[in-house]
């Protein structure tokens, strides 16, 4: 019954100085905000990461120039160098790809060249968009993503042909149906053979959106830049009767004695990738978390500062209560509940500040966040205990006061 009172008090005060009480809980209200935020981020993050991994199949192998990581004797990942995998400049030659493709256990590859260039359309140039050099075989490594026309075949291997994601599609061509339609690259024109159906950009490979990518032919891509592309990965799946793991260990042995025993590329597995996004995300939460500890801190105190104040308003109410028979405890839980409640709206805000953040998030981006229940209750949680830790010191200097000397002071 006392709790339902001092709740009851401590929500008057907030609605008696809105204002105050709102200033008071920013600190809160942000540390949540951006806690909740960018946990849910990271979750979309990691979701994101899991459905294209399933849609692009459990066998697919990635080969990068660089080494991303590194594993033990069991394979397991024991190290990843994050600055190398997003900041990587290097390449493949094409050499590395016909050695990869000579591997018995490799059923099937397709090279990623990106081919420098702006295309247009009647003079216009493409706002965005990536023009990438690969084989016909890279419909086994993006299976499922034509929606119009097809991807161009061994036939086409030299012809000026493409295939574009949606984004392009829409910026060259508008409303008009693309397949059929001639674009300008290089100074020489292409007709688009295929179109692919929309795809969710992963925030891990920040340069290869897939929506604003222009597919052609290797050997065109070769033709048009007058020399050998420079490949940034090879995609590659299994034959038939070779194992995931053996044929990983085929390309970066073949890979291994091709440079001189340099391993200065490095072969992903599915796993890998997640692995690395689980690596980012934790970073990153580590990193937000960290600061958003100082805003819930820079909150915290407000909150104590406000409160001491408080105390020293409310002296006289103070002596009333205790000369009609209030003990230090109930004076002290008087003022804990109220900055604990303080505290749990700014958390309650806080929290309903993330969604709105990650609608906006959703509409005007490719992000996906996704907000837990488990998050939630964490969030609030810590909120509670600022609320907790921070207004004892002011509850237990009201518990302290004379009653003869506070009632003296009206």
């Known amino acids: 019954m006392m709790v339902a009172t001092n709740i009851k008090m401590a929500l008057g005060s907030i609605r008696g100085s809105k204002w105050r009480s709102f200033l008071t809980m920013l600190g809160i209200i942000v540390g949540v905000m951006s806690v909740v935020t960018f946990v849910s981020l990271g979750e979309g993050v990691r979701q994101q990461v899991q459905v294209q991994t399933r849609q692009a199949g459990e066998d697919l192998i990635t080969v990068k120039p660089g080494n991303v990581l590194s594993r033990d004797d069991q394979g397991n990942v024991t190290h990843i160098d994050l600055l190398q995998t997003f900041g990587g400049n290097g390449s493949l030659a094409e ?15 397709a090279p990623m060249s ?26 086994e490594a ?12 061994v036939s086409q291997d030299n012809k000026n042909v493409a295939v574009v994601g ?51 032919p290797y ?27 053996s044929t990983v260990a085929d390309i970066e042995q073949t890979l291994r004695d091709k440079h001189g025993g340099q391993e200065d590329f490095t072969a992903l597995r599915p796993e890998d990738t ?45 002596g009333v209560r205790k000369a009609i028979g209030a003990t230090n405890r109930q004076v002290m839980m008087q003022f804990v509940t109220e900055s604990t409640v303080l505290s749990f709206v700014g958390g309650v805000l806080g929290v309903l500040g993330s969604y709105v953040v990650n609608y906006f998030l959703r509409v005007f981006t490719d992000l996906t966040p996704v907000i ?13 205990l600022v609320g907790v830790f921070f207004g004892t010191a002011p509850a237990l200097k009201a518990a302290r006061k004379d009653p003869i000397e506070a009632l003296r002071e009206f």
């Open 274 to 318: 997640m692995t690395i996004a689980n690596s980012v995300v934790t970073l990153l939460t580590g990193l937000i978390s960290a600061v958003a500890a100082i805003s819930l801190l820079v909150g915290g105190i407000g909150i104590m500062n406000i409160m001491l104040v408080s105390v020293s308003e409310r002296t006289h109410e103070i």
């Open 114 to 139: 990106f081919v420098p260039g702006v295309p247009t359309k009647d003079d216009q140039p493409l706002g965005q968009g990536v023009i990438i050099g690969t084989t016909t075989d890279m419909q």
């Open 142 to 153: 993006l299976p499922q993503t034509i929606e119009f026309g097809s991807w161009f075949d």
């Open 166 to 216: 949606q984004a392009v599609a829409h910026q060259l061509f508008g409303e008009n149906a693309p397949v059929g339609q001639v674009m300008s690259i290089r100074g020489q024109s292409f007709v688009v053979a295929g179109v692919m159906r929309r795809l969710q950009s992963s925030p891990l490979t920040p340069g290869l959106d897939y929506n604003l990518a222009i597919f052609i």
């Open 219 to 245: 050997e065109t891509a070769k033709r048009i830049t007058g020399g050998e592309p420079q490949i940034r990965q090879i995609y590659a799946r299994p034959a038939e009767s070779a194992s995931l793991e």
């Open 372 to 384: 837990t229940w488990q998050v939630v209750t964490l969030a609030i949680a810590v909120a509670l």
């Open 95 to 109: 050499t590395d790809w016909e050695a990869v493709s000579a591997i018995p256990s490799v059923g099937m590859t």
